[in-house]
């Protein structure tokens, strides 16, 4: 779906009524509203991809000799010539949370205190590796934010058509709760219980086939090493 086809969406729906959407005048969003708007998506997409798995990735961390803690930063990253580097390649700073690691095709534990080979998670976005020595090359499978949605009309939206309802009910909340006053929060509650139950009704019929498919990434992506 393009940026465009969202916009219709929202002035024929969650925003007719309101001035925003420009249905009364123009029959569409004016240019004008357009970083607004956007903005809102853009939020209304991270908190989507951090409810549900629509996203995995994998970063590969080169353990460093007598250093434990790695935060997971692009200015840590090889491509970016910094000599202190420990991640390899590239990376977009867009971890939500990791979801496992591995040496090879082993599994390591996280924020397990009785095994020798765990790793722990102090934050969503660092990894604190006890054990390491120097020479492992450890990978990270994590949940990821989505691209940001720019404003050209062109511009895909990256979300599953059974979660579109949920993010033009998620935009309508946004714009509702920063017009303020009583009944423009009452207004935005109203759509962000819609929102949850919308939600809701994606989990609860599984709707997205969700799997634990860290191990199929694995697999399918760089193959057992």
């Known amino acids: 779906m393009k940026l465009q086809k969202l916009f219709e969406y929202l002035t024929l729906g969650e925003l007719k009524q309101l001035g925003i959407g420009g249905y009364e005048e123009h029959k569409a969003i004016q240019v004008s509203d357009y970083p607004e708007v956007v903005n809102h998506v853009n939020l209304g997409l991270i908190n989507l991809y951090t409810r549900f798995p629509l996203l995995e990735k994998e970063l590969v961390l080169e353990t460093r000799v007598d250093k434990q803690l790695y935060v997971l930063s692009s200015k840590y990253a090889e491509s970016t010539g910094n000599p202190d580097w ?3 390649g590239t990376f977009d700073d867009d971890v939500i949370r990791i979801n496992s690691a591995y040496i090879g095709s082993t599994e390591l534990p996280i924020n397990d205190e009785y095994s020798p080979t765990g790793i722990y998670l102090p934050s ?16 990270l499978i994590y949940r990821a ?4 949605v720019t404003l050209d009309l062109e511009c895909e939206i990256p979300i599953p058509d059974v979660l579109t309802e949920a993010l033009l009910v998620y935009v309508e909340y946004r714009i509702r709760k920063s017009m303020g006053g009583e009944s423009g929060i009452a207004l935005a509650n109203q759509a962000l219980q819609m929102y949850e139950m919308l939600c809701m009704e994606v989990e ?20 057992w090493v």
């Open 86 to 88: 420990y991640i390899q």
């Open 124 to 139: 969503y976005n660092s990894v604190q590796i006890p054990f390491a020595t120097g020479s492992e090359e450890i990978a």
């Open 145 to 148: 934010k989505p691209e940001e």
């Open 204 to 223: 609860r019929k599984n709707l997205l086939n969700n799997a634990d498919n860290s191990v199929c990434i694995r697999a399918s992506e760089r193959g």
